[in-house]
């Protein structure tokens, strides 16, 4: 059993052929209040996928964590930066220095 075919203006952006793209836009609400709509149903799509979800996992935690340390490290990076970085050059020619004593 086919489904019924949806008119153009009904579909999604990502569903639209590039032929249809025209008629796509032309059935668009570019209105204040269509604006604003549409940006509230992408919100709403966007909290309902990624932050209001019933089955949590470790996905949440893991990029909570991964955001500490990526801030630690960035309020820490003129610090970082400025010790004096021992490369394997500095190394070997302090050992030499030491051997040839």
Not at 62 to 69: F, I, Q, S
Request: aromatic content about 12%; glycine content about 10%.
């Amino acid at each position: 059993m086919a489904d019924r075919p949806v008119p153009v203006a009904e579909k999604r952006l990502m569903d639209v052929k590039l032929g249809e793209l025209g008629s796509w836009l032309g059935g668009r609400d570019f209105t204040p209040n269509g604006i604003i709509a549409s940006i509230r149903r992408g919100h709403d799509r966007y909290y309902n996928k990624y932050i209001n979800v019933k089955k949590g996992g470790i996905g949440g935690v893991a990029m909570l964590l991964a955001g500490y340390v990526a801030l630690s490290y960035l309020w820490e990076y003129d610090h970082i930066s400025k010790t004096p970085q021992r490369t394997f050059s500095s190394i070997y020619q302090c050992e030499k220095d030491i051997f040839q004593m």
